[in-house]
């Protein structure tokens, strides 16, 4: 950790990790809505579209196992700069892409890149952030993070414009992570800019900076602390699930649902981005009302509310004014979605064991992305075998029952107001 230096500022963080986290989150933001729209372009089926979207949370998933070596091993900074230039390659690869297939590997790939990225950041944090500070900071983080991804959306409505498809987007985040690439580059050393920080090392191994250490400590034995800590993964872990898996299924099923109903490429990145803007706007309200009232009062919520946003778009696919009610559910969704900012990772810090919590993030962390990456591949089959209407009605249903487990088990695992 640094020693606390009085002169560190929240603003000291904005260039190395927040500056390029916005970069990426827009180049995200971006890509995300069109996916389905480039693979339909390619000739893939609503189905197909939809596993292809969800490559990335499955590359996210997998990308979760050996991200915290990699960061241990050639550092935070490092491994953001790695991980930006593979999701440069991954961009190139779905632009170029000749066939559904290749777009989907290359998407995949970018999940990947995306795991990476997203733990080195949090362990850049860990090192160089006061613990004093660190909470602001990583709340400001998830803000940085969100507002990406309604930026993202808009910027591509233009590009689509003057490019003539959504292959125009996949350019924007190519664009994004080379800024991202040249910002982490260009500046000096992190320890020239926050001091030096005090490094943990072990027998027979190199030093190693805090934010590293607890990178290893994540992925190292994952299984292990899976199994080891199955009682509470099982209850509560089985509703982070359910809440990745209704974020994941929103993720793939708004683009779908553009596409079913022939709304246009740049008519589906301005919806998804508008509504990617309530979303942002309600990060803060979550977590007041989760440290006032307590974490049901978040949870409960948002999964419900996803849930109800599902079923609105399940019973109106067919009706005369369909890309009113696509519109509305897509308020419904973000506004659901963004009451849930940051509960997941407010729920793994309430559980985590206080003397050793990396382990068990980490495991708490894989959980919520096993949701995440079930979620489009469950949509996609229920596509293909039935209809976009079915999968959306069977993933609202989910959500329901979410929301009904959640507030059984959060009540017995966490206090109503953890603070106090």
């Known amino acids: 950790m640094t020693d606390g230096n009085p002169a560190f500022s929240i603003r000291s963080v904005a260039v190395v990790v927040f500056l390029p986290t916005l970069l990426f989150s827009i180049g995200e933001g971006a890509l995300i809505p069109l996916i389905p729209v480039a693979a339909t372009n390619l000739g893939a089926s609503l189905a197909i579209a939809g596993v292809i979207a969800g490559m990335l949370m499955i590359g996210e998933l997998v990308g979760d196992i050996p991200s915290g070596a990699l960061v241990s091993r050639i550092g935070e900074r490092t491994s953001m700069i790695g991980a930006a230039l593979l999701s440069i390659v991954a961009a190139l690869g779905a632009v170029l892409a000749p066939n559904p297939w290749v777009l989907g590997v290359a998407i995949f790939i970018l999940g990947l ?5 997203a733990l080195a950041r949090h362990a850049f944090m860990t090192s160089y952030v006061p613990l004093r500070y660190r909470a602001r900071a990583l ?9 990406g991804l309604f930026i993202g959306p808009l910027l591509s409505v233009p590009v689509i414009h003057f490019t003539g498809g959504a292959q125009g987007a996949f350019w924007i985040m190519t664009i994004s992570c080379l800024a991202a690439v040249l910002i982490l580059v260009l500046l000096p050393d992190p320890e020239a800019l926050f001091g030096q920080v005090h490094r943990v090392r072990k027998s027979g191994a190199s030093d190693h900076t805090p934010g590293e250490e607890l990178a290893a400590e994540e992925s190292h034995g994952l299984f292990r602390t899976l199994w080891r800590f199955r009682g509470v993964l099982a209850r509560m872990g089985s509703g982070a699930a359910l809440i990745g898996a209704m974020r994941a299924a929103r993720t793939v099923l708004l683009p779908l649902w553009a596409v079913s109903l022939g709304v246009s490429e740049a008519n589906t990145a301005l919806i998804i981005g508008l509504a990617g803007a309530v979303d942002f706007a309600l990060f803060y309200v979550s977590g007041q009302v989760m440290d006032r009232f307590g974490r049901i009062w978040s949870a409960v919520p948002s999964t419900l509310g ?5 079923l609105l778009l399940a019973f109106t696919h067919d009706t005369p004014n369909a890309v009113v009610w696509f519109i509305a559910a897509a308020g419904i969704l ?3 979605n963004g009451l849930g900012s940051g509960i997941l990772m407010t729920l793994g810090a309430d559980l985590a064991p206080p003397g050793r919590p ?5 495991a708490w962390r894989f959980t919520g992305d096993a949701g995440s990456a079930a979620a489009p591949l469950v949509v996609a089959a229920i596509t293909g075998l039935l209809s976009v209407s079915f999968a959306a009605g069977a993933i609202g249903a989910v959500g329901i029952l979410g929301a009904w487990h959640l507030a059984r088990m959060i009540p017995r695992y966490i206090p109503a107001r953890p603070g106090r």
């Open 358 to 362: 990396a382990p068990f993030l980490g």
């Open 306 to 310: 996803l849930g109800l946003g599902m």
């Open 139 to 147: 709340s400001t983080l998830g803000g940085v993070f969100r507002a």
């Open 113 to 117: 890149a995306t795991a990476v990225f």
């Open 334 to 336: 973000s506004v659901a």
